[in-house]
């Protein structure tokens, strides 16, 4: 789509580029951003000029630069320790999209559109990602991901701020995690994902997304039995409301996924 408004845009190639002003959007893949009309848009700030490595992988985890298409992720060859790297895949086929979609794509894109059925929201809060933001006075902040996806197409980020990457801490990745995803037809978007992740320590950790309105991570000391999990899963009170799925069958579902997969991490 013809951005008709849209009279610049800018590529950074420093910091001091990125300066992102109130008729102002960041530009990265472009796949949301040229999808529907942006009224009042004037420029366009195109941060692929920075040239950030799209992935770097260190004793810490792996972090993930905003600008790292779904295409490079899903192309990562196999991390060492990263038990639960198979995620990537199945959070990617998620999003139902095409290759050419997947190439231009990208996490921070993914993150910011803030969107409930978003893959990498599902990926990087199922492994306690931290997102870093620079701040416009030249800083940075940290936050969780789970904290950064506020609600429909609204984040944490305030003006100015731009997501430089996201982290996944070494401890979540060697977990093992399953993944169970329900939609209404067999290429539909997802009406929920739940995924399982059970830690070193014995802990379970339920995320909940595309059928909320925002990321729901329930964290258990130890593996809960069907009614605890349950219970907890009751508190859940934002289930989202689309032609992708009503609210009660999504609920329905998210209980059933969510039981499958501590079935699944259960011992043997």
């Not at 009309?37 to 920075?50: A, I, K, S």
């Not at 990617?92 to 095409?98: C, I, N, R, T």
């Not at 329900?182 to 997304?209: E, K, W």
């Amino acid at each position: 789509m013809d951005l008709t408004t849209v009279d610049a845009v800018r590529v950074a190639r420093t910091r001091a580029d990125v300066v992102i002003g109130p008729d102002a959007a960041v530009l990265a893949g472009g796949t949301w951003l040229y999808s529907e009309p942006q009224p009042g848009l004037r420029e366009l700030v195109d941060v692929t000029g920075l040239g950030w490595p799209p992935v770097e992988i260190d004793d810490t985890g792996v972090t993930l630069a905003a600008t790292c298409t779904i295409a490079e992720l899903v192309a990562l060859a196999p991390v060492p320790g990263w038990t639960s790297q198979h995620l990537v895949r199945s959070c990617a086929e998620a999003l139902v999209a095409s290759e050419k979609i997947w190439g231009a794509a990208t996490v921070g894109g993914n993150l910011c559109t803030a969107l409930p059925a978003g893959a990498i929201t599902s990926l990087a809060v199922a492994l306690d990602g931290t997102a870093v933001v620079w701040t416009p006075d030249g800083g940075e902040r940290r936050l969780a991901v789970a904290d950064l996806v506020t609600g429909v197409r609204t984040t944490a980020l305030t003006p100015g701020e731009v997501l430089r990457a996201v982290h996944l801490p070494a401890s979540t990745l060697r977990a093992r995690a399953v993944f169970r995803r329900a939609a209404l037809t067999p290429h539909g978007r997802s009406g929920t994902v739940v995924i399982g992740r059970l830690d070193d320590d014995g802990a379970l950790v339920v995320t909940v997304t595309a059928g909320v309105r925002r990321p729901h991570r329930l964290r258990f000391d130890a593996l809960p039995d069907a009614h605890d999990l349950a219970v907890a899963l009751d508190a859940v009170d934002d289930w989202y409301d689309d032609v992708h799925g009503a609210p009660d069958w999504r609920r329905a579902m998210t209980l059933r996924l969510a039981e499958e997969a501590r079935a699944e991490l259960s011992p043997a």
